[in-house]
């Protein structure tokens, strides 16, 4: 059998390579387009990550190629059309979960390094400036922090954060119970989460319901000078937005793992090119912004689970039996 995996860049090459011995494995660092879907012909199976364009035209021509399976490197889907695969009978499966620690850990470190102010202080010792002028952060123990969304990952944040003495208030339409169970935390709705956090964390999926749920109007009910970090998904929040409560210091920093228009940047060196993105290279020039380009999962555990669990998928294919993590619309 023959695999293609689009956007497997060198640091995931050896996980996939243990995982899938036994097949023709064709990795391209290069992402699923319609301009490079034509890469695919001949597989079997394409297997993409969350920057790859799983959208009916492209879903269509891979299709006619007679690619059977779309197996997903990821946990979110919102990059696939789901209806879509239904109609032309091609099976999506995804990773449900590979280590909510690796991205939880990862939404603290922001936090931390924005707060200690981090890597201004390491930049100026490395210059032999040792003041300490302009570094002064807060305790963490006894702030309040919103975390939105507490499945798998908010809940796992939650718990890491109680260990720092934080006040946590949770915004969730179902309420989780064992997180309940375990850690100090009140249920509140969106506003009330706004209005009293001291950092507020996002950790719900993008949906037509979430998209864009950080916006001027939520941006004004926070307090002045609240940290905002956003490791989900990019369209949670809307950018420019933030930029303009950046500026007026409504926000005081702002931590973030992923953007709205990260498929033209994140995961690639442009460190050559000329930056066209007006947005983030407004961002770029705060202080007190922290960007990190899509990276909370990127740990040896995590990577050795989304490669076991694709290889899962695929196996149960191939064996046709169902995975229980094939998606289906609605
Ligand atoms: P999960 O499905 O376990 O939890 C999501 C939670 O959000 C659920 O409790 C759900 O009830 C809640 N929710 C859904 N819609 C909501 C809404 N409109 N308002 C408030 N809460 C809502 O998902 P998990 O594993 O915790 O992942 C969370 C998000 O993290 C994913 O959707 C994905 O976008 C992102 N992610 C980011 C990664 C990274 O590397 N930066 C890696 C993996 C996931």
């Known amino acids: 059998m023959k695999i293609t995996a689009f956007s497997a860049h060198k640091y995931e090459h050896k996980y996939l390579e ?34 790859d364009d799983g959208s009916r035209p492209v879903l269509e021509r891979l299709k006619k190629m ?7 490197r990821s946990a979110g889907f919102n990059h696939v059309d789901l209806q879509a695969a239904q109609e032309l009978g091609i099976k999506v499966a995804r990773v449900p979960e590979y280590s909510p620690a690796a991205i939880a850990e990862h939404t603290v470190a922001l936090m931390l390094a924005l707060n ?54 949770a915004y969730d339409p179902y309420e989780n119970e064992d997180l309940k ?17 001291d950092i507020i964390t996002l950790h719900l999926p993008l949906s037509k319901d979430s998209q864009y749920m950080i ?3 939520s941006l004004q009910e926070m307090k002045h000078g609240t940290m905002l970090v956003n490791t989900s998904r990019g369209a949670l929040v809307n950018t420019r937005e933030v930029n303009e409560a950046l500026k007026s210091g409504q926000i005081g920093s702002f931590g973030m793992d992923v953007y ?38 990127l740990t040896n555990e995590a990577l050795t689970k989304i490669a076991t669990v694709t290889a899962y998928n695929i196996n149960c294919w191939e064996k046709k039996q169902s995975s229980p993590n094939e998606l289906k619309p609605g």
């Open 260 to 297: 709205e228009e990260e498929e033209a940047l994140f995961f690639e060196d442009h460190s050559e090119d000329i930056l066209q993105d007006d947005v983030i290279a407004r961002l770029l020039t705060f202080q007190n912004v922290m960007i990190t380009s899509h990276q909370a999962f």
């Open 116 to 169: 200690r102010k981090l890597v201004k202080a390491h930049n100026r010792v490395r210059d032999l400036n040792f003041s300490l002028d302009g570094l002064v952060g807060f305790d963490m123990d006894g702030k309040t922090v919103g975390v939105a969304g507490t499945g798998k990952i908010g809940s796992k944040v939650a718990k890491i954060l109680s260990g720092f003495g934080c006040r946590l208030l």
């Open 66 to 72: 007679g690619i059977q399976l779309l197996a997903l």
């Open 215 to 217: 916006n001027k109007d």
């Open 18 to 51: 243990e995982a899938i011995p036994e097949h023709e494995l064709k990795l391209f660092e290069m992402r699923l387009t319609v301009d490079s879907v034509d890469l695919a012909s001949g597989s079997d199976v394409v297997a993409i990550f969350v920057t």
């Open 181 to 197: 169970k375990a850690v100090d935390i009140t249920y509140v709705d969106f506003k009330t989460l706004c209005a009293q956090s």
